[in-house]
């Protein structure tokens, strides 16, 4: 690696302006409105002789995406960031959301975390590398491309779904990174680093209960709300089986291996034996975030999460309808998910209707290469102590997209956290904010990482 290191106090503070000018765009989604995004990110690339490709995928709704040119002797590193931020209730934060504030600290605004944050450390790298490419203190082999996109906060897609699918060519990569990986997180004591290698997908859908619609003064078992309810409460009881998956299995040994003590202990007899698949993990581990996070990670999953029936108190409707969000492993897909509920439902389900509004597939990459090496060096060097390991996601990221186009994603988006901040309450929360030494050690470590690997045949 023939790497002049920049230098690191300047590259924070670059990342630090960088986010506060981003929070300071209101990107809330809906509507959105990433173009202002867009603009700042086309700017800055062009003061720095980069020429921009801005596609705008709908009114005011633009993605950015740049590359910088290696000598083409090994495949093309994507960093991609979305723009868009998911909306505030204002009055429950103690500042300015869209203010950019720096306090104590810590750079408060939405999207701090999720993710102009990580947005900002990105830009921060790939402007740096262009310096240095420029100066001609770095030789890459692989093209660096980045991608600032709209509207991964929502399903209508405006963002890199669209251009994985018209403009693929400005996307293809080997690799990408983005988030949600690679910050540390602290359990029984230890911090790990978990790195994002795979995520659930998803099926949105909707169960339709119909019955007698008549008068609510003589009740009867043809009421559609007590068809619906009834259903619904089977499956707030139901057991999915448990399916350990290569990614859920590494994330697993690596917490058994290193949180020790009883629940240590547990958690590899859990894993090893298969039959003590059918013990909840809630009870190998005692109740805790944990384990229902564990929980998720191994396990399809069915949450409701609306409701709407009637219109009168004296009417009994004649349809009531619930929403439910489910999330699938690896290899369940929405039909698949639909017959096991419609299982668990038993004779009920044949007087209810299933609609499957959306769905996505779970993704999973391998984390035998020489690039997930290379993160796993590179934090270690950072933070002997830390522990990375291979992560599933519970929730879902943009990378299902890229899967598309055969690149290998991984949520690396490097901050070391203490151990009194968890960015699981930080991201989408009140006062969403970043600790500005996490994001200084996170953008050296990410440039490092980046710029070895763009230089790695
Ligand atoms: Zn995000």
Redesign the pocket.
């Known amino acids: 690696m023939h790497v002049t290191p920049p230098n690191w106090a300047t590259l924070a503070e670059q990342a630090v302006m960088h986010l506060c000018n981003l929070i300071r765009l209101d990107t809330s989604n809906p509507p959105g409105n990433e173009a202002i995004a867009a603009e700042y990110v086309a700017r800055l690339l062009t003061a720095h002789e980069i020429t921009p490709v801005v596609i705008e995928t709908a009114p005011q709704r633009s993605n950015v995406v740049a590359r910088l040119k290696g000598d083409g002797s090994a495949a093309p590193l994507l960093l991609y960031f979305?723009t868009d931020v998911v909306p505030v209730e204002r009055d429950k934060w103690t500042v300015d959301p869209f203010g950019g504030v720096v306090r104590d600290g810590y750079v408060y605004g939405r999207g701090a975390i999720?993710?102009k944050g990580i947005g900002a450390m990105q830009l921060a790298v790939f402007l740096e590398i262009a310096n240095a490419v420029r100066q001609g203190k770095l030789t890459p082999r692989r093209d660096l491309i980045l991608a600032a996109t709209a509207d991964?906060?929502s399903d209508a897609n405006q963002g890199i779904g669209v251009l994985a699918e018209k403009h693929p060519d400005l996307l293809q990569a080997e690799y990408a990174l983005s988030?949600?990986g690679g910050f540390s997180a602290h359990i029984n004591g230890k911090r790990f680093y978990p790195i994002q290698a795979a995520e659930k997908g998803n099926v949105w859908m909707r169960i339709i209960a119909h019955g007698q619609p008549g008068h609510a003064s003589i009740p009867t078992p043809e009421n559609a709300v007590v068809k619906l309810a009834s259903a619904l409460a089977k499956l707030a009881h139901a057991r999915f089986p448990a399916r350990v998956t290569q990614t859920a299995h590494a994330y697993l040994s690596t917490l058994a291996d290193n949180i020790g003590g009883k629940q240590g202990v547990a958690l590899r007899a859990w894993l090893d034996m298969d039959a003590l698949r059918e013990v909840p993990i809630q009870r190998v581990l005692g109740n805790s975030a944990l384990a229902a996070e564990l929980h998720a990670i191994t396990h399809d999953t069915v949450t409701p999460t609306g409701l709407r029936a009637g219109y009168k108190t004296n009417v009994i409707p004649s349809e009531a309808e619930a929403t439910l969000d489910c999330r699938t492993l690896p290899g369940t897909s929405a039909d698949s998910m639909v017959k096991f509920i419609q299982q668990l439902l038993g004779e009920d389900h044949h007087s209810l209707k299933f609609v499957v509004d959306s769905s996505t597939s779970a993704v999973e990459f391998p984390t035998q290469t020489p690039l997930f090496k290379l993160i796993v060096h590179t934090l270690q060097r950072h933070d002997p102590a830390g522990i990375p390991t291979p992560y599933m996601m519970s929730g879902g990221?943009d990378a299902k997209h890229l899967a598309r186009l055969g690149t290998t994603c991984y949520g690396f988006s490097p901050l070391q956290l203490s151990s009194n901040e968890n960015i699981f309450e930080l991201?989408h929360g009140h006062d969403e904010r970043i600790p500005i030494s996490a994001l200084a050690w996170g953008v050296r470590v990410l440039y490092e990482v980046v710029a070895s690997w763009i230089c790695t045949p």
């Open positions: 979305h999720d993710m991964e906060e988030e949600f990221t991201v």
